[in-house]
């Protein structure tokens, strides 16, 4: 009995310590899982966790949206405002020239849409050597201050459409979209809230630098006004540059379709109906700011009226891509954009088209509907593709792609808007042409008929 007792005694104890290592075991690997779900959710597999800094949130995250502002404000923001030039061109020497009807108004379109459609060069680029980045960046600033500056010193159309249009758009690219590559992986959650922020930017230099601009056209004159500005969004790009820094050091291990994503996404219909619909938009959206100022000269409105007009157009973009951008979080975009471009098409038709001639009264309303409505089209972009993917690679891939559609449209717009203002021209000539030569026949049968009588 007693060897009995000692037996159970001795299995209890077994059993007791078999429970404590399990529990034991139980609690390292719950403690490991922990810290796996922590790193994680973070953006990293392994490791300690502050190795990365949070997404959404936090110093690193906020300082790299401040330096994107910076570029998208200098950059895109003078790009949007070649109006004001345009119009100075026009009226000047260099507007004497034969092909200026003709390459003036293409340099606004080339030099946004250089920069759209040359992103996917930037891509295969940075995907297949992803340490260039700050190089590029860095060689982008330069170039952008030298195409300014060389531009100072055109005597034809031609010289103008080289520097401001294809150089300046160029320059541009290449330290724009190494910049813009590091944004999916900063801002997840919060992607509509960062890119609506950043494309807003745009809209603030386009209020900022038409002022800007007619400032030093009016006091030092075109070249020194150009040398001015090279100097001015040099300084505000170097600020974004320095911001700007990757969350994730580069990966150098993968090959370059790895770093593309997963391209199934390419299958799916609903990605070449945005492709389509960014085109159209794309068509129809940079015509009401390449020709306002243009537009408001022939009404015999001062060139302030001009300014003001683009600077009402460009800062109703800044609230319309930050607020309808955040929405599209939430919201679904698509919803959003048609809602939005149905209110600006009626603008373009009942306002401008309607009521334009009667100056700044319906001229400014037109510029603030159009810009509240169709300038929010961009902010849209992330929120779309991550309907489709969340991977990083794979949405920069198809940001890419829409870039270009949006690039092809832009170019496109400045010569069918060019053509269409010649054709609306060639009629209205034509019909003068013809009511002329009725009064003149009429003229002469009244006199013909005068004469037999007497």
């Known amino acids: 009995m007693k060897f009995k007792k000692m037996e159970r005694q001795s299995q209890k104890f077994y059993h007791a310590s078999q429970d404590s290592k399990s529990s034991t075991k139980s609690q390292d690997l719950n403690s490991i899982n922990f810290n796996k779900s922590t790193t994680s959710d973070l953006g990293c597999d392994s490791g300690p966790v502050s ?121 541009g690219i290449a330290m ?27 809209g603030l230099g386009g209020l900022i630098f038409p002022i800007i601009t007619e400032h030093l056209l009016k006091h030092v004159g075109l070249a020194s006004a150009l040398k001015y500005l090279s100097l001015i969004i040099g300084a505000i790009c170097s600020v974004g540059l320095f911001l700007t820094k990757p969350r994730v050091e580069e990966n150098y291990t993968k090959g370059f379709y790895e770093n593309l994503g997963d391209l199934g996404a390419l299958k799916n219909w609903y990605f070449w109906v945005i492709l389509f619909c960014n085109t159209i938009q794309a068509l129809s959206y940079f015509i009401p700011g390449l020709f306002l100022p243009n537009y408001a000269h022939t009404l015999s409105l001062s ?73 929010a089209w961009t902010s849209f972009y992330f929120s779309m593709i991550y309907e489709l993917t969340d991977d990083e690679n794979t949405t920069m891939t198809l940001f890419v792609m829409i870039s270009v559609t949006r690039g092809i ?46």
Request: charge should be positive; proline fraction near 4%.
């Open 303 to 375: 060139q302030s009226s001009a300014t003001i007009l683009l600077s009402v157009l460009n800062v109703s973009n800044v609230f319309s891509k930050s607020i309808l951008g955040s929405l599209s979080d939430y919201i679904s975009p698509h919803l959003i954009g048609c809602l939005t471009h149905f209110v600006a098409a009626a603008g373009v038709l009942g306002i401008w088209g309607g009521l334009g001639a009667h100056g700044m009264v319906s001229l400014v309303p037109f510029s603030l509907i159009f810009g509240l409505t169709a300038g």
């Open 51 to 171: 190795s990365l800094p949070p997404v959404d949130r936090g110093r690193g995250a906020w300082s790299f949206l401040v330096g994107m502002i910076l570029v998208e404000f200098s950059i895109w923001g003078f790009g949007v405002s070649y109006g004001v030039l345009l119009d100075y061109y026009i009226h000047s020497d260099l507007g004497k020239d034969k092909s200026s009807n003709y390459l003036l108004p293409l340099v606004g379109t080339v030099n946004t849409g250089t920069m759209s459609s040359m992103i996917p060069v930037l891509a295969i680029i940075t995907n297949r050597f992803p340490g260039c980045k700050r190089f590029l960046m860095a060689l982008g600033l330069v170039c952008i201050v030298l195409s300014l500056f060389l531009s100072s010193y055109s005597t034809k159309p031609i010289h103008v459409l080289l520097t401001l249009g294809v150089g300046y758009g160029m320059s």
């Open 409 to 454: 449209g832009n170019i496109v717009s400045g010569s069918l808007g060019t053509s269409a203002v010649e054709w609306f021209l060639y009629v209205k000539r034509s019909k003068n042409n013809s009511k002329f030569v009725k009064e003149k026949e009429n003229l002469e049968k009244n006199s013909s008929t005068s004469s037999i009588d007497k």
């Open 176 to 202: 724009y979209y190494p910049c813009l590559s590091y944004l999916p992986s900063w801002f997840q959650a919060k992607k509509g809230l960062a890119y609506g922020v950043v494309c807003a930017a745009n």
